[in-house]
């Protein structure tokens, strides 16, 4: 069975700090890899997605992440975090090319301080 | 833009009692599912349906029934709620069958049951 580990379930940082939160999962097929984001009070919805193509994928808000086929990996990054980026974030893999079934992990709040 | 909307946000219910989740999609989706929200464990699928009066089980379908009698209407039920079906739910839909298509969610009810 796909399972995807989110290692670091609350995160703190100041503004402007570098950010990247893990994600791997276990599956060794071909995956498609996404995150969400829940901002406070908002509904759950997509940062960015990798399917196939560049490894480096770029999402909103200057958000990219990064597939590492080799280390099952897929960890989200920003260069320099805003006090808006306050959210929680869920990894999600889907294994099966022509299903829609997603594992998520379990999540990682981030919290930044102004 | 994609609207998923649930009929309650907030939902207080006794031990033993029916319970009804519903959810509409604006957008003809062909697929939707419904997930729970608890700390820690992040989303996990209860049921998903690819077409009308269509379901397949997700990861955690037991206590749970579903109902799909149009293809904008995804329905959740709890036949006997228990204690720990306290939880939020989130209803979500997407697109065709690439595996590669976002979810939309939509606000969430988060469910009490004493």
């Known amino acids: 069975a796909q399972s995807v580990s989110q290692h670091n379930h609350h995160v703190i940082l100041s503004e402007a700090a570098s950010l990247e939160l893990g994600c791997n999962y276990s599956?060794?097929?071909?995956?498609?890899l996404f995150w969400y984001v829940q901002y406070p009070g908002q509904h759950l919805q997509l940062l960015l997605k990798y399917f196939s193509g560049d490894p480096l994928v770029k999402g909103i808000k200057g958000f990219e992440a990064e597939f590492i086929k080799s280390k099952f990996s897929f960890n989200l990054r920003k260069p320099s975090v805003q006090w808006s980026d306050t959210a929680e974030y869920f990894c999600a893999v889907n294994g099966y090319r022509g299903a829609q079934k997603l594992v998520f992990g379990q999540g990682t709040r981030l919290t930044i301080n102004p | 833009d994609v609207k998923v909307t649930q009929s309650s946000r907030y939902l207080v219910k006794r031990t033993g009692e029916k319970v009804f989740l519903e959810c509409v999609q604006d957008?003809?989706?062909?697929?939707m599912f419904w997930y729970r929200q608890d700390p820690g464990l992040g989303l996990r699928l209860i049921y998903f349906s690819y077409d009308v009066k269509m379901k397949e089980k997700g990861d955690i379908p037991e206590g749970y029934s579903v109902s799909r009698e149009k293809k904008e209407r995804f329905s959740l039920i709890l036949e006997s709620a228990s204690t720990n079906q306290t939880s939020m739910y989130l209803c979500?839909?997407?697109?065709?069958?690439?595996?590669?298509?976002?979810?939309?969610f939509g606000p969430g009810t988060r469910l009490l049951v004493l």
């Open positions: 599956y060794g097929g071909t995956v498609n």
């Open positions: 957008m003809d989706h062909e697929n």
């Open positions: 979500a839909s997407s697109l065709g069958t690439g595996g590669v298509e976002t979810q939309y």
